[in-house]
């Protein structure tokens, strides 16, 4: 049996009323404020597949390489394929894709990344893990045309821009589905 907290009718509903109103949660909490468009742009940088968001500048891999001796070589060693942390070049022949059957083989930007879009998104969003976004956005293309070449994906003398990236053929494009999900109601 539900206690009772009243006995009057008019206590009771004012009672009732108060339980009610103290369930809802409050309209605001009195806290924080509103992000400014400054803030929300700064956080607003995903890349879709087909290059949606990539903002304006270039790059190419003669300007990447001085930036990855400086800001990435020591992790991912100096071609890319020494490490000590994650492999980023290489190829598997004949572009198979054996990571069902192995799952030791290399995945690597050439032998998995399914596009070419999400390079830029990466490293721009988490790389050097030390300093998160600190790469200018010219930085991030020279940087990404860098590694696209050394996986043999572009040519040397490529430039990599919010037109030409989203073109780039990747291997492993066909072994991975669309992700269609959408997002505010718009597809992406
Ligand atoms: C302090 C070490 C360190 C530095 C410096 C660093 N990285 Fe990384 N990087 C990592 C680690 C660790 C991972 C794996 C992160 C994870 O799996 O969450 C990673 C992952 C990556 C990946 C994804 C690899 C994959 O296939 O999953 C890319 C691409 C990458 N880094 C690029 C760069 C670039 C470009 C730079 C230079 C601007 C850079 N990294 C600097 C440590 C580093």
Redesign the pocket.
Known sequence: MTPRLCTAAAACAFAASVIAAAQQPPARLGIGRPATQEEIAARDIDVGPDGAGLPPGRGTAADGAP??AA??A???GKTGREGP????VGRIPGDEFPFARDPKAP???GS??PYATT?FD??RR?????KPGS?KDD?VYN?TAY?LALNDLIPADAVIDAATLPKVKMPARDHFKPDTRTERGKPR
């Open positions: 930036i990855y800001r990435c020591g992790c991912h942390n994650d492999t980023l995945k690597t930007i998995y990344w390079v990466y490293i988490a790389m050097p893990p030390d790469l930085e940087l590694l």
